[in-house]
């Protein structure tokens, strides 16, 4: 079992839509979970964390962590051609950060 | 100043070269990470460094060879690479339990 697990993708979603972007871990122990964004050919950036259960919202991003389902989820509203990236999530525990293989996300005219 | 800096951005090497990439961070981070990502393929975590120790060694070959001299700088000493080393290389540092900051990259290809 992957220790980051997320659907490959693409997702597809009209402009204007909610993309529904998920993600599960296998580490109970782990504390904090993040939302990276990647652009072709750019390193991630960091757009979301979430340390406890419950949904956090910012701006059109919301992010929601449960932590007995070991499930990490990132909405986006009102998504725009330019959300068009690969998002990544990320698990820190043990010392170390691991991403999952990220889910490619096209917002389509 | 950006908060994590590598170099080169781009370098081009022959299988029998020996170079080095080089990553600094300002951010007073205690923790350095080298990843490398191939093309279409998922980020690959090769070495984590907490307060200069390794401490994560992600079975990399020994070709690859990293240097952590203090908290702020990191370097991947490269030698005798194989053309599927070609990637892109990337650093990052993080404090703590919190995410990590990423910098822009080296792109590597091995000739």
């Known amino acids: 079992q992957k220790e980051v697990e997320q659907n490959s993708g693409p997702l597809s979603v009209p402009e204007g839509a909610i993309a529904s972007l998920n993600c599960t871990y296998s580490?109970?122990?782990?504390?904090?979970f993040f939302w990276y964004r990647q652009y072709s050919g750019k390193s991630p950036e960091l757009i979301m964390f979430?340390?406890?259960?419950g949904d956090k919202e910012d701006g059109r991003f919301t992010a929601q962590l449960n932590k007995a389902s070991q499930y990490v989820s990132l909405l986006i509203r009102d998504s725009q051609p330019s959300d068009s990236a690969t998002y990544l999530c990320?698990?820190?525990?043990?010392?170390?950060?691991?991403f999952g293989t990220g889910t490619q996300l096209k917002v389509e005219l | 100043e950006t908060g994590v800096t590598q170099t080169p951005r781009h370098l081009v090497m022959g299988m029998t070269n020996k170079k080095s990439l080089k990553c600094e961070q300002h951010?007073?981070?205690?923790?350095m990470y080298w990843y490398k990502q191939s093309a279409k393929k998922p980020l690959e975590l090769m070495f984590v460094?907490?307060?200069?120790?390794?401490?994560e060694n992600n079975s990399v070959p020994s070709r690859f060879s990293p240097e952590c001299p203090n908290s702020s700088h990191l370097f991947l000493h490269l030698h005798t690479l194989q053309p599927e080393d070609s990637a892109l290389y990337l650093c990052?540092?993080?404090?703590?339990?919190?995410?990590?900051?990423f910098g822009q990259g080296t792109r590597l290809t091995v000739v």
């Open positions: 990052a540092s993080s404090q703590g339990g919190g995410g990590a900051f």
């Open positions: 990320a698990v820190h525990g043990g010392n170390k950060l691991t």
């Open positions: 979430i340390y406890s259960n």
């Open positions: 460094y907490n307060f200069k120790e390794q401490t």
């Open positions: 580490d109970r122990g782990s504390q904090s």
């Open positions: 951010l007073g981070h205690n923790a």
